[in-house]
């Protein structure tokens, strides 16, 4: 029990604010418009390696999007880093963030995020929280470009910077056949850098059911020195992912 208020203790303060801001902003605007949804997975894959050791994840998301543009919620993931053996290990993730959309034209619409990654413990005896940042660029709903860094990553004193591509095309209302592909620059600090790829179906069942089946596969695109790497002195070292395939089952509202 004394390790469950530990943890609860260690959320009390960013789940707090987070609620606050989504209070704050919905009194704001009246006009808001709510979504959320509830994923089970048979793994937590993260631009070229795993943040769940291959093991199933729990995730959730809630969403409030603005007429102003404004939009703000938070993700939560199970997660597993393989630190078994380190005391205080993490178990969740919790990312609030926020951020603004603007329509560019009748194709073209973009929008820039803040967020925010809160773990509930530490990753092999490090805290690893960190801020990080996004641009996006999107062509109708078919292609989306998406860069983003972090001052921070990890909470390791070294920047991370990751890029990727995204498309999508709906072959009927019921199935949407999508992929991407993106390069993860983070060798300072895992030690690797990953270029990523992914590709896959989603089936909609109904307006709030869905599972998606998809393959992911990376490869490590650089490799510190080790004798030379910050990275050397903190031991999470995530291998690339390989070759390896995802499902997943959503509901949402």
């Known amino acids: 029990m004394s390790e469950i208020r530990i943890r609860l203790g ?27 949804s509830v994923t089970g997975a048979t793994d937590y894959l993260w631009r070229g390696y795993t943040k769940s050791n291959g093991s199933l994840v729990g995730q ?3 969403d409030y999007q603005f007429r102003s543009g404004i939009y703000l919620g938070s993700f939560f993931s ?26 560019l034209s009748d194709d073209w619409r973009a929008n820039v995020a803040w967020t925010r990654y809160i773990y509930d ?20 709903d078919l292609l989306t470009a998406n860069v983003n860094f972090s001052e921070n990553g990890y909470n390791q ?4 910077f990751s890029t990727e591509i995204t498309g999508r095309y709906p072959i009927s209302d019921a199935v949407e056949i999508s992929g991407g592909v993106g390069f993860n620059k983070q ?5 690797y850098d990953y270029v990523y790829w992914n590709s896959g179906v989603t089936v909609h069942f109904s307006r709030n059911i869905g599972i998606d089946i998809r393959y992911f596969g990376s490869e490590e695109a650089g490799t510190a020195s080790y004798q030379s790497s910050p990275a050397a002195h903190w ?5 690339h992912i390989g070759h390896r395939a995802v499902f997943s089952i959503t509901f949402g509202f």
């Open 10 to 36: 260690c959320w009390k303060k960013p789940v707090l604010m987070t609620l606050s801001s989504l209070v704050l902003t919905f009194s704001l605007d009246g006009r808001a418009e709510l979504t959320g």
């Open 60 to 62: 959730a998301n809630i």
């Open 78 to 103: 199970t997660v597993n880093f393989a630190d078994h053996g380190f005391k205080d290990r993490s178990s969740f993730e919790l990312r609030p963030y926020l951020g603004y959309a603007h329509t």
């Open 121 to 140: 413990g530490k990753i092999f005896d490090r805290v690893a929280d960190y801020n990080e940042f996004y641009f996006f660029l999107h062509f109708r």
């Open 157 to 160: 004193n070294h920047m991370s």
């Open 187 to 191: 060798k300072k600090i895992l030690e």
């Open 235 to 239: 031991e999470f070292h995530p291998h």
